[in-house]
């Protein structure tokens, strides 16, 4: 059994910042790739920021030179700091985890981010 979850989200004034956090927790669990995904209300689930089992990173357009997401080394923790923060960015905010070895994807709660004045 795998757990994902994630915390850190609330409301923020435009242009403010903000960090999230995601932990993949589980017995003798070893994680490959993990990202964060976001979905705003009607919209669709879209990935936002990812990083794989070999340390690369990506970045969706809408959040590149804003965003920074971090995983600590040998470890199931992933961070996403949001910078400059817009009401576009107003989302749930979902973690992804792959199990190594098995290919299966965990998601977390959710977590919901409100960027707003």
């Known amino acids: 059994q795998v757990q994902v979850v994630e915390s850190g989200g609330g409301l923020v004034q435009p242009g403010g910042s903000m960090t999230l956090s995601c932990t993949a927790s589980g017995s003798m669990v070893r994680v490959s790739a993990m990202a964060w995904y976001r979905q705003a209300p009607g919209k669709a689930r879209d990935l936002v920021a990812h990083v794989t089992s070999l340390g690369k990173i990506g970045y969706d357009d809408s959040v590149k030179g804003r965003f920074i997401v971090v995983r600590e080394n040998g470890e199931n923790t992933l961070y996403l700091q949001m910078n400059d923060l817009k009401p576009e960015d107003t989302a749930v905010y979902y973690c992804?985890?792959?199990?190594?070895?098995?290919?299966?994807?965990?998601w977390g709660q959710g977590t919901q981010v409100t960027v707003s004045s």
């Open positions: 992804l985890a792959v199990v190594a070895g098995q290919g299966t994807p965990y």
